[in-house]
């Protein structure tokens, strides 16, 4: 990969203990990526690591390629598709190492990305998530995009991760002990979370663990047209259930009920507007009434969504809209008349 550091000698401390380290990677047809994803673990300048592939019910020839290519040189375990943070359970669960580092199938590591997670674990042993920073790529897995900033959290990271709209910290970036993973339990357990799983087991593992972030680019994220977080649609019905889902959580220690319910409302609202999309009207109309329900300041425009949705197509959204606010802008000039 472009930029990867040379290696150099592993510290003392590091070669006495020489922890295992479990990476775990699922994959749904991505034979044409996963090899390079395999090929960057397999060379990494720290040794001890187990390559668990987690084949999720892949139909283009993945099982095949990867036994003729690697052999025992991995772990390949297939299963049933039943989406990404099922395969990644599987992988919590078969792995043997004290420590885990999630890969996505697409995705490639620099050559001292685990070298690198390991020593900060040996120097703090208080933290128990470690995530870096990344770098986009384009589908050739080499050439250099513009990448978002890093993401830089405060020692209170639940809330932080909380207030905002979805995840900022890579999968693929982070390494975590496997015992605070098992004692979380893991991913949901549910075939239907397939966008948004991994905000949902951040925000699990920071309402108990400590999290640390490294500002540097160790993991090479590839952008291509067949990503899973590309569906619109799955990632607001995954963002709708982490936020739900965030009840369990302790979430009153970071918002009123108000805000909570408000944020709960938007998830809601943008579930509506994908479902109008793609053309299920009934659906789009409930959540629309769910989410005037929940925030009651907003209820009037929701309303109005709800109704329209039930009886027009999508392409009526912009004069829907555009209704909406006019609506709201006379309802504000009676109240302050």
Request: proline letters at 4%; aromatic letters at 10%; one cysteine or more.
């Amino acid at each position: 990969m472009p930029g990867d550091p040379k290696p150099d000698n592993l510290p003392d401390n590091l070669m006495e203990s020489n922890p295992l380290v479990s990476i775990v990677i699922p994959t749904f047809n991505r034979k044409r990526f996963v090899c390079e994803a395999i090929d960057s673990c397999l060379a990494q300048t720290y040794q001890n690591c187990e390559v668990i592939v987690i084949d999720d019910g892949s139909t283009d020839g993945t099982g095949a390629h990867l036994l003729a290519e690697y052999g025992d040189r991995i772990r390949y375990i297939r299963q049933e598709n039943q989406g990404p943070a099922i395969a990644r359970n599987r992988g919590i669960w078969e792995a043997r190492g004290e420590y885990i580092h999630f890969l996505d199938a697409d995705d490639q590591f620099a050559a001292n990305k685990v070298e690198t997670c390991l020593r900060l674990f040996l120097q703090r042993s208080d933290v128990d998530v470690l995530h870096t920073y990344y770098q986009f790529v384009a589908p050739d897995g080499r050439t250099r995009i513009e990448t978002t900033p890093f993401p830089s959290f405060s020692d209170d990271i639940f809330c932080e991760m909380l207030r905002l709209t979805g995840n900022h910290i890579l999968i693929s970036s982070t390494m975590i002990r496997t015992a605070a993973l098992r004692e979380i339990g893991g991913f949901e357990d549910d075939p239907e979370f397939r966008s948004a799983e991994d905000w949902d087991l951040f925000l699990r593992l920071a309402s108990k663990h400590k999290f640390y972030g490294l500002n540097e680019q160790l993991v090479y994220r590839r952008m291509h047209g067949d990503m899973l977080s590309d569906d619109r649609l799955q990632g607001a019905l995954g963002r709708l259930k982490t936020v739900e889902n965030a009840r369990r959580y302790g979430w009153e220690r970071c918002m009123s009920a108000a805000e909570f319910d408000h944020k709960l409302a938007a998830r809601h609202h943008v579930v509506a507007v994908n479902w109008w999309k793609n053309g299920k009207r009934a659906k789009a109309s409930y959540h629309f009434q769910r989410a005037a329900d929940l925030y009651p300041p907003e209820a009037r425009q929701r309303r109005l969504f709800a109704w329209f949705s039930s009886f027009l197509p999508h392409q009526s959204m912009d004069w829907t809209i555009a209704i909406a606010q006019g609506f709201r802008r006379l309802t504000g000039r009676k109240r302050r008349g």
